[in-house]
């Protein structure tokens, strides 16, 4: 495998039980697609009446990509692209430098070519320490569940009860840092022309990943496989700690954001040798770097993080999707905890900052 600086892993849930093990349907493939595709656009105009995504019809949605190799996402982000066209942006300056036009094309270029991108700047040190510090005080949530039952722990580096620790909601967003991060018109600009409409930032996670178990975890996504969250989407992700090929490098098949062999469609994770026989080992690119590495990467394409055989690992990850259909994202309060740059964002850009509300 191919090695560059930078990586991650994803936080997509497992494939919801009742869909996966769903019996095959009676009816010839083209017509099952018609039936699920309008139980879908049913569901769509539900959400739009409501803000709120129907269960029944996210996984339709999930079921749509397999049935048609991703085809039904990439129509319904070209009708997102026509009903919400890019924001006129002040700048483009942020983590990520200060980014020419043209700079944020070629990102997006490679991006859609490739579906990774590793930027050259770096998160710097002192960012990366704080969120280290404070990544170590949240409570966090243990996955898999220890057998004790525990969902909130804080997270010790000396004992691991977990392959991973999850942090999120709305103490995450009450963190300086996150919010300089997820307000960053750089971060921002680069979505923005990759998805070619105003983004939606539809999650922000943090989590560390440990050498608790030796074998690969489903649960914490150590094996091959393609998120579905939202119709179209780009996730940025930060290391916050030094990684090495030992302590759970993300690993992604250049190119499978695209499309998919059909043996790889299934809702359901891949061992490496599934993975192997439709791609060559050149085209799995694997990550490590230094903390503060950050990378972007369309994560429908077949990824997943390495198991840890030592240490730890910590990662942030922030989600922009083109709509907000799907895994709803989660509802943020605004208080006096958040910062004059953040509030100006969430007044300029309220489709992007949706997730966020006043007190009523």
Known sequence: MSSIASAAQTTEPSPRQSDRRAKRPIWPKPIWALIVGARFLM????????????????TDMRRLFRLTNGRSNDVSAFLSRLCHPPYHLPNRAGILGDLSES???????????RGVYVFKTRLPAEICDRLIQFAQHCPAMPIP????????VRYDRQHWIASKYLLQGQQLLENPDMQRIVSDFSI?????????????????????????????????????????????????????????QTNGPHSYVV???????REL???????????????????????????????????????KGAP???????????QFSNSSFGDDPPHIMIND????????????????????????
């Open 43 to 58: 569901g769509y105009a539900t959400f739009l009446r409501t803000a709120k995504t129907p269960s029944n019809a996210y």
């Open 308 to 318: 840890l055989h030592s240490g730890d690992r910590l990662i942030l990850q922030l």
């Open 255 to 261: 190119g499978s954001h695209r499309r998919l062999p």
């Open 337 to 360: 905890r958040f910062s004059t740059d953040l509030l100006e964002r969430i007044e300029q850009l309220p489709r992007t900052y949706c997730m966020f509300s006043k007190p009523s």
């Open 145 to 152: 569940r220890p057998p004790s039952g525990e969902t909130s």
């Open 103 to 113: 700079q944020v094309a070629n990102v997006a270029e490679v991006l859609r070519r």
């Open 188 to 244: 921002l600009a680069v979505a923005q022309a990759y998805l070619r409409c105003r983004p939606v930032l539809s999650s922000s996670l943090m989590w560390w990943s440990t050498a608790f178990s030796a074998e690969a975890s489903t649960e914490a996504a150590q094996l091959f496989h393609f998120d579905m969250s939202q119709i179209k989407f780009l996730k940025f992700f930060i290391y916050l700690t030094d990684v090495s």
């Open 265 to 303: 469609r299934e809702d359901r994770r891949y061992r490496d040798e599934e993975v192997l026989r439709h791609y060559t080992a050149q085209r799995i690119t694997t990550i490590t770097g230094p903390r503060g590495l950050i990378f972007a990467a369309d994560t429908r394409g077949l990824h």
